[in-house]
């Protein structure tokens, strides 16, 4: 495996933060907006010594992340202003329209909701700061460098009245305990989706399901996430390394190989829109979320029977099991507003509307995953994908890396998506 | 009868061959667009298969039809905005570059041709890229969104009048202006009364083809978009389409068509207005930018 | 023109048009290349990995190139397959967008007749028709349940359930001539149309056969609009990445606009988008200088 690109000194230290506002204000010859901001969270205590930069993340490493300094809390008992913007972040179809027509209606704001591919992508346009997001849905991989960058706004649990609802579990979670800036949103788990009628294969029946997406016989015939996390730990998992954040350069060099193997011999498409497109025949295998999987019957034509739809996750629970989150940015105009549509999120009731929709589960006490199924809010051939409280227990969470492993792990999907 | 070899070997025989191409190519070129504007029609949720007609998608489905849905609307407003914006700033700044650069000799005038007309064979992706970073690492009133998206638009564009205009000055030539000094007039009020009247065929040829251009952008408002506020069809497009459209994506597009229809047929009337009198077909060469 | 100015005393009037759109070009065409150098040869930020321009050339960083540069003529050259593709890719569908394009412009000149205007009308309609409504409405055709092979399938007479969106090289050719053969027909138009119809005629008199009319008069003659036409198609093909991404989702067809695109938005990686736009600057400068010459060739044998 090459290394990756060596780094001159003067680049790893806080000093290029602030060289870099520096060289923006003294090429434009104007204050850089943020620069007191961003010296102050440099030389402010707010994050401590260069080695908590790197603070991860972990069910066995939980940590209480500092208050920001730079971002303070809002005050208690503000309402939103009426005729407001608020600016939600987002993954495409990940929130009901209904929910947000009548959060808009509920509270006299104006909902602008946009929409990203990736985390990625996500994380640079926020960079920017240019874009004043409000509200945004990351998952916990990216948390630590939030806080580090100082972008999010500590919550004031006065607004949450409904965190009640949540699962106990969930309410002090280990990437963020006292949940100073996250809420839960959903719960997924990662497995393998596919359709009887095109494959013919018992995925669930066999020794180790992941091999049915190196199967030849369905070259052409399937998809992965374009995630490049989900994705690799896949092949990782497929091999029997449960540790899916391993930074060890041997099973690095492992999920290449096999990866790029795959390429060669399966023809995969590589996306996020399972959910639409296994429905309407384009492929009839694929790595999925779970929600996804939940949501499939939607999408599917009228014509075609919902039975032909199959879930799988390992039956041990030792699979991907992850849950979203959702933060208030400190560079929204609108923190007061976010709070409120945080708290929304908690609400059984809409809850349960953003779960029609998206099929995503929420964590909330309402939501029991028998009850799902019971109330045939869920098809019984689908139950594998509702996840349950001791998926947790047993479930593998996707971690932050280390820079250097996220760089060499980046360097592999690269190299995946750059076509052979 | 002559026979089919005669048929053949007829110089001056009508070519069939020729039109079946053409015709077929016209099929093949307007026929999808045709079917997708259709599907805008549909009663169901699918883009596929016709479920009945409905106007549900452009204004009855209350959450997710093109009148109730903000994202979508906005969208189309604001790709409407950004080409009336780009064209104000880039017909005026253009034309005079056309002017300035015929006349004109010398080094630097030679240089900000060859400019011109390398932003014009220049993969759009270059501008956009370099843009971007401008946008991102230095504090300029160039910033993602409406702002970064009118400029970096204006650069792409701006050679298509440069282009236009130069190539209609060729063929116009100086006696006009020449006269006019000659008879008293300034040279600029010679450029102004006289040269201009006679570029404005030229000048709206390419307003209306800069329009048509940006409301139909892809790569440099994608770059330099901002919030979904700043999204113009055409990234709605591409972010609805790898997710989960509906037909009000088509009915999106197909509003956008119209509408870009009106403006064009607008223009080429104003168009054939203006150029009565001068040598029949010879107008539109101008829209080639080969004229 | 000789002269150096136009009617007398008005030399400061042609610079100052100019130097409006000068000063434009140069701040926000020229200069932007730079702030690409500066991001290329520059550095990462270590939180979020946002790129860090380094102003100064002396403190340049080659690493983010040498890496590029390693990964396309070095020991691992997973970049190379990408950017062959994109040339081969660039190459066949400009081939079959001239294939089309020169049948339909030569009729359109010389055939239409009284239809020219309207055929011309028809012909630029592309041009203002979105070009993502083009590509949207041929994903909608070319879906597995989608028209085109419900047509194949000529009402159940066979089963066509062919996977043309799944990674095909040959849809993203046929997407790309679809979405930049209106580019080329017009300058071939406009090419064709000017070979006066006498030379023809006068050729054709003289015995020439149609194939020698065709051969020594009207391609000589066009080959100028054709060099320009397929540089105008070709040159802006060259960084496309959206016809890939919305006609295939596999990584196999992908070309130097996806390479871009992929990572200009990645922390850590927005340096290597800069190299590959300096690549794509790098190989479009020979046709780029060929199509200027070619048209102040063309202007030049105007005047």
């Known amino acids: 495996m090459s290394g990756e690109p060596a780094r001159r000194a003067p680049f790893t230290g806080r000093s290029a933060v602030a060289r870099r506002s520096l060289l923006r204000a003294a090429v434009a010859g104007l204050a850089a907006p943020g620069l007191a901001t961003l010296l102050e969270s440099c030389g402010g205590g707010s994050t401590g010594s260069p080695s908590a930069r790197e603070t991860i993340p972990a069910p066995d490493n939980p940590v209480r992340w500092p208050t920001s300094q730079a971002n303070p809390m809002i005050k208690s008992g503000l309402t939103p202003e009426r005729g407001s913007t608020l600016r939600v972040y987002n993954y495409a179809d990940y929130l009901s329209p209904r929910f947000l027509r009548d959060f808009e209606d509920k509270y006299g704001l104006d909902v602008r909701l946009s929409t990203f591919n990736d985390a990625d992508e996500a ?32 919550l004031n649990h006065d607004y949450l009245t409904n965190a009640g609802n949540l699962w106990p579990r969930l309410r002090d979670p280990w990437y963020d305990r006292g949940a100073r800036y996250t809420i839960p949103y959903t719960i997924y788990s990662t497995g393998i989706g596919w359709r009887t009628d095109m494959v013919p294969t018992d995925v669930a029946a066999m020794s180790n399901p992941y091999d049915v997406l190196w199967d030849t016989h369905y070259a052409g015939n399937m998809a992965i996430l374009d995630d490049w996390h989900t994705a690799m730990a896949m092949v990782l998992l497929r091999n029997g390394i449960f540790d899916i954040n391993t930074t060890d350069p041997k099973d690095i060099a492992l999920v290449r190989d096999q990866l790029l193997q795959m390429r060669r011999t399966m023809k995969p498409r590589v996306t996020i829109s399972m959910y639409t497109e296994m429905p309407a025949g384009q492929y009839g295998l694929c790595q999925m979320w779970s929600g996804d999987a939940i949501n499939l019957p939607y999408y599917l034509p009228n014509k075609v029977s919902t039975d032909v739809l199959r879930f799988w996750f390992p039956e041990d629970g030792r699979g991907e099991v992850d849950n979203d989150l959702a933060v208030v940015l400190a560079q929204g105009k609108n923190p007061v507003a976010a709070h409120v549509f945080l708290n929304e999120l908690l609400d059984d009731k809409v809850a349960g509307t953003n779960f029609a929709f998206t099929g995503y589960q929420p964590p909330l006490l309402k939501f029991t995953p028998d009850s799902l199924v019971a109330d045939g809010l869920v098809p019984q051939n689908l139950a594998t994908a509702v996840v349950r409280e001791k998926d947790f227990d047993t479930g593998i969470p996707l971690l932050q890396l280390p820079a250097a492993a996220d760089a060499a792990y980046h360097q592999v999907w690269q190299e995946f998506k750059a076509g052979g | 009868m002559r026979g089919v070899a005669g048929w053949w070997r007829d110089p001056w025989r009508r070519p069939w061959g020729l039109l079946v191409v053409t015709v077929l190519y016209l099929v093949w070129s307007l026929l999808p667009v045709l079917v997708a504007a259709l599907f805008s029609f549909n009663a169901g949720r699918s883009r596929t298969t016709w479920q009945g007609f409905s106007m549900r998608w452009y204004y009855g489905d209350p959450l997710r039809s093109v009148w109730h849905d903000a994202s979508l609307h906005t969208a189309l407003t604001h790709t409407l905005w950004l080409g009336v914006l780009v064209t104000a700033l880039t017909i005026p700044l253009g034309v005079a570059m056309a002017l300035g650069l015929d006349r004109w000799r010398g080094p630097l005038p030679a240089g900000a041709n060859l400019a011109v007309l390398v ?93 048509a251009d940006v409301i139909d952008d892809f790569v440099i408002v994608r770059y330099l978009s901002g ?46 207005r203006f150029t009565r009198g001068e040598k029949a077909g010879g107008g539109l060469d101008v829209f080639t930018g080969e004229a | 023109m000789a002269e150096a100015a136009g009617p007398r005393g008005a030399r400061w009037l042609w610079p100052l048009l100019a130097v409006p759109g000068i000063v434009w070009l140069g701040l926000l065409f020229i200069a932007p290349m730079y702030v690409v150098l500066a991001i290329l040869f520059g550095g990462v930020d270590p939180i979020l990995r946002q790129p860090v321009p380094v102003w100064n050339p002396v403190d340049w960083d080659v690493a983010q190139f040498r890496y590029v540069w390693d990964h396309v003529v070095g020991a691992q050259p997973f970049f190379r397959p990408a950017l062959v593709r994109t040339v081969v890719y660039v190459g066949l569908a400009s ?45 909608n055709l070319l879906q597995t349940d989608g028209l085109v092979n419900r047509t194949l399938s000529a009402g159940g007479v066979f089963d066509v359930h062919e996977n043309w969106l799944g990674g095909r090289p040959s849809t993203v050719v046929l997407g790309l001539v679809y979405g930049y053969v209106p580019y080329m027909i017009l300058p071939l138009f406009a090419g064709l149309d000017r070979i006066p119809v006498a030379t023809l005629e006068a050729a054709r008199d003289l015995g020439a056969s149609r194939w020698e009319t065709f051969r020594r008069i009207t391609w000589r003659l066009s080959r100028p609009a ?69 048209t102040r060739a063309g202007t030049d044998v105007q005047s």
């Open chain 1, 123 to 154: 994380l640079t346009k926020i960079a920017s700061k240019d874009l004043a997001f409000d509200v945004y849905f990351p998952s916990y991989d990216s948390l630590g460098r939030l806080v580090a960058a100082d972008l999010l706004r500590p």
């Open chain 2, 119 to 211: 932003s014009f064979v220049l993969p759009e992706i270059l501008i956009a890229v370099s843009l971007l970073f401008v946008a991102t690492v230095l504090t300029t009133p160039l910033r993602l969104g409406t702002s970064g998206q009118v400029i970096g638009l204006v650069t792409y564009q701006l050679s298509y009048p440069v282009v236009i205009v130069r190539a209609r000055l060729l063929t116009i030539g100086r006696d006009y202006e020449e006269a006019a000094v000659d008879l008293g007039a300034s040279p600029s009020r010679a450029v102004g009364r006289v040269l201009l009247r006679m570029l404005v065929p030229a000048i709206f040829a390419s307003a209306v083809l800069v329009f």
């Open chain 3, 95 to 139: 081939a079959t967008c001239l294939l089309i394009a020169y049948p339909v412009a030569y009729f359109t000149a010389r055939f239409a007749g009284r239809w020219k205007g309207p055929l011309l009308f028809a012909l630029i309609a592309p041009f203002w028709i979105s070009y993502m409504m083009r590509m949207l409405a041929w994903v």
């Open chain 2, 227 to 272: 919030d979904s506020s700043t999204e113009p069809v055409s990234v709605k497009v591409y972010n609805t389409a790898r997710a989960a459209p509906t037909p009000a994506l088509n009915a999106l597009t197909t509003l956008l068509l119209v509408t870009s229809l009106l403006v064009v047929v607008l223009g080429y009337l104003a168009h054939r």
């Open chain 3, 226 to 294: 054709v060099v320009v036409s397929l540089l105008v198609t070709s040159l802006p093909m060259l960084g496309d990445y959206f016809t890939n991404d919305l006609l295939s989702g596999s990584p196999d067809t992908s070309m130097i606009g996806n390479l871009i695109n992929n990572s200009v938005l990645t922390p850590g990686q927005t340096g290597q988008a800069g190299a590959f736009v300096l690549l794509i600057l790098l190989v479009s400068i020979v046709p780029m200088l060929l199509y200027v010459r070619s």
